[in-house]
């Protein structure tokens, strides 16, 4: 029922910025969180940040201490899209991130995951 399409993950130096951007085509879904997660190799998958839409009302947004003031979330008021800006990348930063959509009313419970765009931080 929906299909998650993440893109612009890359190699960058530390200090460096990325803009990751998911785009969810759905059919019959609810889309209530949309979120970012990521996993390094050898590490559990860990949120990094999540959003709430109702409708084209924007809700409040959560991020990982480890970025916060770092990463800004954010999502399209009018379509299924949300985006990472991710800015003063560390190497600590490199992992595979994962775009995530969670479902409400009859669609609670149900999560969706993108096939993931990996970003590598270099010293």
């Known amino acids: 029922q929906v299909q998650l399409m993440e893109s612009g993950g890359g190699f960058v130096q530390s200090g460096g910025s990325l803009r990751l951007s998911c785009v969810a085509s759905?059919?019959?879904?609810?889309?209530?969180?949309m979120g970012w997660y990521r996993q390094a190799p050898g590490k559990e998958r860990e949120l990094v940040a999540v959003?709430?839409?109702?409708?084209?009302?924007?809700?409040?947004?959560t991020y990982a201490d480890s970025v916060k003031g770092r990463f800004t979330i954010s999502r399209d008021r009018a379509r299924d899209i949300v985006y990472l800006q991710m800015d003063r990348l560390k190497p600590e930063d490199t992992a595979a991130y994962y775009c995530?959509?969670?479902?409400?009313?009859?669609?609670?419970?149900?999560?969706?995951w993108g096939q993931g765009t990996q970003v590598n931080v270099a010293s």
């Open positions: 995530n959509v969670e479902g409400t009313g009859k669609y609670a419970g149900q999560n969706y």
């Open positions: 759905r059919s019959h879904f609810i889309i209530n969180k």
């Open positions: 959003i709430t839409k109702y409708g084209t009302t924007i809700g409040p947004t």
